[in-house]
């Protein structure tokens, strides 16, 4: 009995139905973002993951999307690696947008609301905002989207 679970098990691999790493439902973009729009108006602090203390970029993504389940990590260097890459056309609300803005790699993210907008925590003495990502600034920095599934 114990060969014929195996051998089951080793055919669900393959074929694809069975998986060692843990499923995880892809959040609705439409409930992501109206989860970051409460943060609009909020200022920017670094290091910041909630509405009381402020929000650094990282820190917003981390927090709305651990509010809908989801936990990622606190470090845009590190949300880059995380997810499935996303050509720019084929963005949809609720993806992740980043941007270098240090000049050696991701330094920025924002969560992509569709019609070329994001939400994001732009930099000190600023607060969270929707932001167009075709602008000069953004569009010359721009780096890729992840989906987070």
């Known amino acids: ?28 973009g439409d409930k992501l973002l109206a989860t970051a729009k409460q943060a609009i108006g909020t200022h920017y602090h670094f290091g910041g993951s909630s509405p009381e203390e402020g929000f650094d970029c990282s820190g917003l993504v981390y927090w709305a999307f651990r509010k809908n389940g989801v936990r990622l990590p606190h470090s845009t260097a590190r949300l880059w690696h995380e997810g499935s890459k996303v050509k720019k056309q084929d963005l949809e609300p609720g993806d992740l ?43 010359k920095r721009y780096l890729g989207g992840r989906r987070i599934d």
């Open 97 to 139: 947008v980043f941007f270098d803005i240090s000049g050696s790699g991701p330094s920025h993210v924002g969560i992509y609301e569709g019609h070329g907008r994001m939400v994001h925590a732009p930099s000190t003495g600023s607060d969270v905002r929707e932001e167009d990502i075709e602008m000069k600034y953004w569009t």
């Open 1 to 28: 009995m114990r060969g014929f679970l195996l051998g089951l098990a080793a055919a669900l691999m393959a074929s694809g139905c069975a998986s060692t790493q843990p499923s995880r439902a892809r959040i609705p």
